[in-house]
């Protein structure tokens, strides 16, 4: 058995119904690899509606649609030729996590949380009404990032690669799920 197969057995076994989980291979099939709503919901047995759902973050009790979601989108990687493998870990001290150029970094407004205004005050509190939405996700410092919540908390996350055949990164993935 080689590494990718390895991946996709382990990850077949240990899929749980979470909605952002689902959300995140609805993103990746649909952007990342060209699948429009009606064919991923045709390909996984489920209803465009009930992907418009996750899309929107609504609660979406469906396991099983979530293991055939996950089974396709291992599929399509191993079908490209693609390898996903660990490339380290992230630590979470407040919960959230925000993915920027950093280079944008030099540009970061200090500041604490205020949660009695509505409008951001500072990048800190920009990422955290970002992360404490309704949808636990938005951009920040002008569309040049995105904040988001860790769903489980603080920790230490276990960050993969999906490299292609020529040894490019076309998508990171941070494992949140806490197992």
Request: hydrophobic content about 35%; overall charge negative.
């Amino acid at each position: 058995m080689n590494a990718i197969q390895t991946v996709i057995q382990q990850r077949e076994h240990s899929v749980e119904a979470s909605t952002q989980e689902m959300r995140v291979y609805i993103a990746a099939m649909r952007k990342g690899y060209g699948l429009t709503t009606c064919a991923l919901a045709k390909e996984i047995g489920t209803t465009t509606d009930t992907l418009r759902r996750y899309e929107r973050g609504e609660d979406v009790p469906a396991s099983k649609t979530i293991e055939k979601a996950a089974r396709l989108y291992f599929r399509i990687i191993h079908e490209r030729g693609y390898v996903s493998r660990p490339i380290g870990e992230v630590m979470v001290d407040s919960g959230q996590l925000a993915i920027i150029d950093p280079c944008y970094l030099n540009r970061w407004q200090h500041g604490d949380y205020e949660p009695e205004t509505a409008e951001p005050t500072n990048d800190y509190d920009a990422a955290c009404k970002a992360s404490m939405s309704r949808r636990g996700f938005g951009e920040i410092k002008d569309g040049l990032g995105i904040a988001f919540n860790s769903g489980q908390g603080d920790g230490v996350y276990p960050v993969r690669a999906v490299f292609d055949r020529d040894g490019r990164i076309v998508r990171v993935e941070i494992d949140m799920s806490g197992e």
